[in-house]
């Protein structure tokens, strides 16, 4: 991102303008839409420029200032007190994708935490469930180099929105697409992507295990499987063959409920074009088999050899190519043996009355940063019980005044990336980003990083690392010695901005087998799987809330709510950007034209979408582009612009996946009715 700055009197810097880099060749000059609002976030009325401490009741949002001096004091004796009087591990930090950059996000932070011996954080509630599938599967969470997606001779959009969550891979779609490459999305709903298909299959939610598996039945059967790649760099390649026997097209059409017929045009399409490439992406592993989901789409290209060629395979993330040296960032030697673990998926369970069913001491002190888990974790409701809790010592890092910051004992302002130094890696293409501050922070905000070493002062810490600058934990990150990371020097990135992976160019990263796993091979048999007492071979997980596991539940709540991110805001940031939340109008539920006319529903009217653990207002849209028996609830709205100060996620559960201990945020059933 270049941001251009000018000189206003008094000679500080302001920034005037954002924009994507023309040079760099994946993002390509362009910005997505909510990033391209950045500096209206960040020169927002309600930025928060001074500390503040709580002078209402929790929740209520009445604070006054202080200075920096008595807020990382009060904090400072406040954690004293907790870790003297219940241990340390009654401090649990929280954060997860406000910054996902590395000295902002993973570095004094984890040693400040570390150090102290706080309760440790399972930040699962995005991607663990489908990173765990790649691991299990193809070694790594590493697949197929995004530069090279325009050779594709098919492409594969399953369970993602790329046009509004990772709008840069399209340009890459349109050009496989422009060679004649059909581009064919499975997605319960319609959305800016699938509507751009040649094909859309609209699947039941949480069956894509079973497609997968469906597929691989009508490959094998149908001669069309690479038994040369597979016998050189599979490893189970007969005991899959033997599973997929299982899942004939036409007991795949009745779980998926798409057509048999379409099940196998895909399955021969998919097989014979050299190569297809699959974008998978993290919708699709939020319900209760998301991990095996992930790993049977993951078994699909060593079963066709599309891993010969750059532009085939599989592609979740790109994250773990970039080799950053985290234990030197993050300072794991730092914990004390035997630290628990806390699921942040299950906030709402961790705060729960002392000490329930996380073991250990009751959670007293939660110190939250770059994460608003007041509107964005399952349960909500019971999320804000716990954070409304009087013995609960709260303090929030933050840019705004959030639905989490309305419970805060203490917030405090943070600098955003205009404002300070961070080094990114990348979840889309495999160039690692230097971010350089363009403009002095707004008021007094400071960075996470200086903010915890401030406390880290305080609390007496006094190791060296404590004292380390941004910039030469950037240099540290960089100093891994891995080779992916070769030539990638802290200077390099200050003259250039970027700079690729020490990669091939176009990089196939299992072309000659390679696999990052125990066997080196893809591992369409686990031994680690088994060993976790999981099915060892690909299968298919029902949803966790339908009628197969539990008709009852399904009976009382038929349908299945999805509440993916809205075009205009990043989660629930961006939500109080005025020109965004304006084109993103009121909160709304989509729900199809058979499912709304008996419950005496019309386009426009008010409804309540609802279940055991709660529920939210919306404006109903009728709409043909959702799947029958499936709503829609786009984006995580904040409580003060829902007109109920509700969102999706009062209906979410704490239930976790098959795999890396995920959110099940789509694994959701609900009933929707008139609100009047
Ligand atoms: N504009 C915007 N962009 C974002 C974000 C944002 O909030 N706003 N968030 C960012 C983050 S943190 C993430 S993790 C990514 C998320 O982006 P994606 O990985 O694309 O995931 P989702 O948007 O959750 O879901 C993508 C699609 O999966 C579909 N889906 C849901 N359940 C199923 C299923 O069972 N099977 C299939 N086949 N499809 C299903 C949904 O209908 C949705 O259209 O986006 C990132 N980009
Ligand atoms: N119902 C439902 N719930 C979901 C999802 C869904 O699809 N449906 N998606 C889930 C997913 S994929 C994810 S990743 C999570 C995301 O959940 P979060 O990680 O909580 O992400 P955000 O909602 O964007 O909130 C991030 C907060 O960090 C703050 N922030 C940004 N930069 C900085 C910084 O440098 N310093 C500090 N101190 N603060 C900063 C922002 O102001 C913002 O309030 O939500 C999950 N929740
Ligand atoms: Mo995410």
Redesign the pocket.
């Known amino acids: 991102m270049l941001v251009t700055v000018e000189r206003e009197t008094g000679g500080s810097w302001r920034a005037v303008d954002v924009r994507g880099d023309p040079d760099h060749p994946v993002t390509r000059g362009f910005l997505?839409?909510?990033v391209d609002r950045y500096l209206e976030r960040t020169y927002h009325p309600d930025r928060l420029a001074r500390p503040l401490r709580r002078v209402g009741a929790k929740g209520e949002g009445r604070f006054a200032p202080l200075s920096w001096d008595d807020a990382l004091d009060e904090i400072a004796a406040r954690l004293k007190r907790v870790v003297h009087e219940s241990g340390p591990q009654a401090v649990l930090p929280y954060s997860y994708?406000g910054t996902m950059g590395l000295i902002q996000g993973s570095s004094m932070d984890r040693r400040f935490f570390h150090r102290l011996g706080a309760s440790l954080l399972d930040r699962t509630i995005?991607?663990t469930a489908g990173g765990v599938g790649m691991q299990m599967t193809v070694g790594q969470n590493v697949g197929t180099d995004t530069e090279a997606v325009g050779d594709a001779k098919l492409v594969v959009l399953?369970?993602?929105?790329t046009l509004?969550?990772?709008p840069h891979l399209w340009p890459l779609v349109r050009a496989a697409r422009e060679q004649g490459a059909p581009v064919i999305a499975?997605?319960?709903?319609t959305?800016r992507t699938t509507a751009q298909c040649d094909r859309h299959f609209m699947?039941r939610?949480?069956?894509?295990a079973a497609l997968a598996l469906g597929m691989m039945h009508v490959i094998f059967a149908e001669g069309l499987a690479d038994r040369d790649y597979l016998e050189r760099h599979a490893l189970g390649a007969d005991a899959l063959e033997a599973r997929v026997r299982e899942y004939p097209v036409e007991r795949v059409a009745e779980i998926t409920e798409l057509p048999a017929g379409d099940i196998r045009w895909l399955a021969r399409e998919y097989a014979r074009a050299k190569p297809a490439f699959i974008r998978v992406?993290?919708?699709?592993q939020?319900?209760a088999g998301g991990g095996m989901a992930v790993r049977c789409i993951a078994s699909l290209p060593a079963v066709a050899g599309h891993w010969r060629h750059p532009a085939g395979g599989v592609q979740l993330s790109t994250s773990a190519a970039h080799k950053f040296d985290k234990a030197a960032l993050e300072r794991f030697d730092l914990i004390p043996p035997g630290t628990r673990t806390i699921n942040m998926s299950r906030l709402a369970e961790a705060l729960a009355e002392p000490g329930a069913g996380v073991g250990g001491p009751p959670v007293r002190a939660l110190v939250v940063y770059n994460s608003n888990p007041g509107a964005v974790a399952p349960d909500r409701a019971r999320v804000r019980r716990g954070l409304a809790r009087e013995d609960l010592f709260t303090v929030v890092l933050e840019h705004f005044v959030t639905d989490t910051a309305l419970f805060a004992d203490l917030v405090l302002p943070a600098t955003t990336q205009l404002e300070h130094w961070d080094v990114h890696l990348a979840y889309g293409h495999y160039y690692v980003t230097l971010n350089r501050p363009s403009i002095a922070a707004v008021g007094d905000a400071l960075p996470n990083s200086e903010i915890f070493r401030r406390l880290a002062a305080r609390m007496g810490f006094d190791e060296p690392c404590f004292r380390d600058s941004d910039k030469q934990m950037i240099r540290q990150a960089l100093a891994s010695g891995h080779r992916h990371m070769e030539g990638i020097t802290f200077e390099r990135l200050l003259e250039h901005g970027w700079a690729r992976l020490n990669l091939p160019s176009p990089w196939a990263p299992y072309a000659e087998g390679g696999f990052a796993t125990p066997s080196g091979k893809c591992e369409l048999y686990s031994e680690r799987l088994a060993s976790r007492g999981l099915d060892p071979v690909p299968t298919y997980t029902p949803p966790r809330e339908s009628r197969e596991e539990n008709p009852s539940l399904a009976a009382r709540y038929p349908l299945a709510l999805?509440s993916?991110?809205?075009?205009q805001?990043?989660?629930s940031t961006f939500v109080n950007v005025d020109s965004l939340r304006k084109k993103a109008g009121a909160p709304t539920l989509r729900i199809h034209p058979d499912d709304a006319a008996p419950r005496a529903i019309a386009d426009g009217l008010t409804v309540r979408c609802y279940n055991d653990r709660g529920g939210f207002r919306a404006r109903a849209v009728v709409t043909v582009e959702v799947k029958r028996g499936v709503v829609q609830a786009p984006s995580i709205w904040w409580g003060k612009f829902a007109s109920d100060g509700m969102n999706a996620n009062e209906t979410t559960s704490l239930a976790l996946t098959d795999m890396g201990g995920g959110a099940t945020f789509?694994d959701n059933l609900v009933e929707v009715a008139p609100a009047d």
């Not at 992406?281 to 699709?284: A, D, K, S, T, V």
């Not at 993916?564 to 075009?567: D, G, K, S, V, Y």
Request: charged share 10%; hydrophobic share 30%.
């Open positions: 997505c839409a909510k994708a995005c991607s399953w369970g993602t929105n509004t969550s990772n499975i997605d319960p709903l959305t699947i939610p949480g069956t894509d992406n993290y919708g699709l939020r319900h999805i993916p991110p809205a075009h805001f990043l989660n789509y």
